[in-house]
């Protein structure tokens, strides 16, 4: 994060991982609630929480008003890592440093704190003490983002469902709904806070930003992949350069589709973020 | 079921299985659509969905208000069964003389169907056409029964994360939570489709049916269960004779209970249905 950016996140981090790390006060057992906050200490980005609370401030709003709906995404973005990485999925034992939670935990529970974070994800914002009509919008945006036409569509091609991804358009659709789904998701929400009637402009970005991101991801993770017997990546499709190139436009896509609102310089910095980071 | 609840109950089955399969339309790929269907195509006697309409009914509602509630309830219900199947939590092959899930569809599809199940019954209470506060309100029941103070601790209680269970309240405690959470949680949400200020005496008749339907499953399942290996019962620390009365009392103390509301006739009889099945 350049200067700027971070300047204007670190206050936003330090409530929202004060709020995030306040779920699950009243879980049974003990240990469920121990490992339910386990997943959520990663020390991680926080991308979506971030692009939630931007834009609701880049519409006008105040970001502590997106904090519940901030939580709300990040919730819901854990819950699919967990679950992802069970032996089943992706199999992985790793993640950030850190066992994973059937590692940490056994299989069975991380089965139910995926199942636990979901479920919290609704209830923190039915909980937020928003006006009701607002709370329904945010959890129709999270169940459609979150859902079998969204996230868990992309998780099904992932894993095969819809046939193997050779092409370059089967692969975007891929991500768009595994990954962008939800990013596009966490700025309409932040949209929908802040007041905003109209939600184009943050749309338009929110798939930018989203395309910007996994593709990024794949260059970072070019090193790793060059086996050919890894999950199909844009890299492999484009070579890396193109892969490199395509980010930058996707992230500047995002920039220009919010040249009209008032207050977008976060987001904008968080568009050049998401191409520019080495993790 | 007698007469008068089959009479009663042929019609609102007829439109909620209707409801019910109606969801996911538009789930990507259409492979992934079918593996979410397949688990709500039970032949099941639908107790916690008839649970919601009778509430409704018993307050004075149209119980036609009420069926959205009630998918959701079971798209709840049929989630936990999907992960509770998984190799490993409880490791079931067949649920109603099917295979599973995981055994049809694969262990990694198995788990994507549960999410998606859960996140849909959120998004049916929320695309349902109720007004936003009685929306929220249902959220904030599902969410609250569903989640890690209700099914999921419940859940966590029972693959032993708060120690062994080896006596009567903690056994109680285990159910009270695994699956009365959810069924009191039905009538509950029935009542307030009904218009329902004052939830006092379905709450305790959720809560009095709720231990009657699981006190009576652990006497069906007492032949079983013969083996000193198997899960905690109470007809392994009552004996099976005790746990029959016992059953009968909750299904008692639930009829009294609703004693005073205007239509509560459907609701006895399921009260009484749920210590007289022999499935």
Redesign the interface.
């Known amino acids: 994060m350049n200067d700027a950016l971070a300047a204007w996140a670190a206050p936003r981090i330090t409530a929202f991982e004060e709020a995030l790390l306040g779920t699950?006060p009243?879980?049974?057992?003990a240990?469920?609630?121990e490992a339910?906050i386990y997943p959520l200490q990663t020390g991680g980005k926080r991308v979506r929480p971030l692009l939630t609370l931007a834009a609701c401030e880049s519409v006008g709003g105040d970001w502590r008003v997106a904090l519940p709906a901030a939580v709300a995404v990040e919730l819901l973005h854990t819950?699919s890592l967990v679950?992802d990485d069970?032996p089943?999925?992706d199999d992985d034992d790793v993640r950030r440093g850190r066992p994973t939670v059937h590692v940490r935990y056994?299989?069975?529970?991380a089965?139910?704190v995926?199942?636990?974070l979901?479920?919290?994800s609704?209830?923190v914002?039915?909980?937020a003490g928003y006006?009701?009509?607002l709370?329904?919008k945010l959890?129709?945006e999270?169940?459609?983002a979150?859902?079998?036409?969204g996230m868990?569509?992309g998780?099904?091609?992932d894993?095969g469902?819809?046939g193997p991804v050779r092409e370059l358009d089967p692969l975007v659709r891929l991500h768009r709904?595994k990954t962008g789904a939800l990013i596009r998701c966490a700025v309409r929400m932040g949209g929908l806070c802040g007041g905003a009637t109209d939600l184009g402009a943050l749309d338009a970005y929110g798939d930018a930003v989203g395309l910007a991101f996994q593709v990024h991801d794949d260059v970072l993770d070019a090193d790793q992949d060059a086996d050919e017997g890894g999950p199909p990546s844009f890299v492999k499709l484009l070579g890396v350069d193109a892969t490199r190139l395509a980010a930058i436009a996707h992230a500047e896509r995002a920039s220009t589709a919010i040249a009209g609102l008032a207050n977008a310089d976060a987001l904008r910095a968080l568009a050049r973020f998401t191409v520019e980071r080495s993790i």
Chains 1, 2 share one sequence.
């Open positions: 699950f009243d879980a049974l057992p240990t469920l609630r339910c819950y679950h069970l089943c999925m056994g299989e069975n529970v089965v139910l995926g199942d636990a979901l479920t919290e609704f209830a914002l039915a909980g006006a009701p009509s709370a329904m959890v129709t999270l169940a459609r979150g859902g079998a036409q868990i569509a998780q099904a091609f894993i469902m819809g709904l």
